[in-house]
């Protein structure tokens, strides 16, 4: 027997009445789909269509954000910074104040865990980024002066940096 032969007579009689409630609550929300009810600031009750409200924002593409994160800045960081074991901590330091920036000022716990990941970064927060390591890398700085530029955009935004 499929589902639409069932009796909704049937069904309300094998349902609870507080099961009801529910299903007459999920039809209901059926008549408005992708509509919610939000309390403005004056108090009142508004139906905002939340498709709409999403067709005029920018989405990130994927593809954009592999090719900022990987191609621009972890290649111009793995290809300006010092190379090799004994600046293994400088490089950490300028990726963990980095990964702040990307990551909208996520810092990492007691555990070493940051909770975002920067591969996934709007694509505004990359761009920046990459100007950054661009600019300086323009002005051939040292590792210090790049580290400066991170610290001071974290600032700037009130995101602090990494204990």
């Known amino acids: 027997m499929s589902d639409k032969n069932i009796d909704k007579n049937k ?19 059926e008549e408005i789909k992708g509509e919610q009810l939000i309390i403005n600031l004056d108090s009142e009750i508004v ?3 939340q ?9 990130d593409d994927p593809v954009q954000k592999f090719q900022l994160y990987y191609h621009g800045l972890t290649k111009l960081l793995k290809d300006t910074l010092p190379k ?19 990551n909208r000022g996520a810092k990492k716990d007691e555990k070493g865990i940051r909770g975002s ?3 996934m ?3 505004e927060d990359l761009e920046e980024a990459i100007k950054i390591v661009a600019d300086w890398t323009s002005r051939k700085g040292t590792p210090a002066e790049l580290f400066i530029a991170f610290w001071d955009k974290n600032e ?8």
């Not at 498709?51 to 989405?59: M, V, Y």
């Not at 400088?90 to 104040?97: A, H, Q, T």
């Open 156 to 163: 700037e935004l009130e995101y602090g940096h990494q204990d």
């Open 117 to 119: 990941d920067g591969r």
């Open 51 to 59: 498709a709409e409200l999403l067709l005029g924002q920018r989405i």
């Open 84 to 102: 090799g074991k004994e600046f293994e901590d400088v490089r950490r330091i300028v990726y963990d104040e980095k990964n702040i920036l990307i």
């Open 47 to 49: 139906i905002e269509n």
């Open 11 to 29: 069904i309300e009689r094998i349902l609870s009445k507080e099961d009801q409630e529910r299903l007459e609550i999920l039809q209901k929300s």
């Open 121 to 123: 970064a709007y694509v």
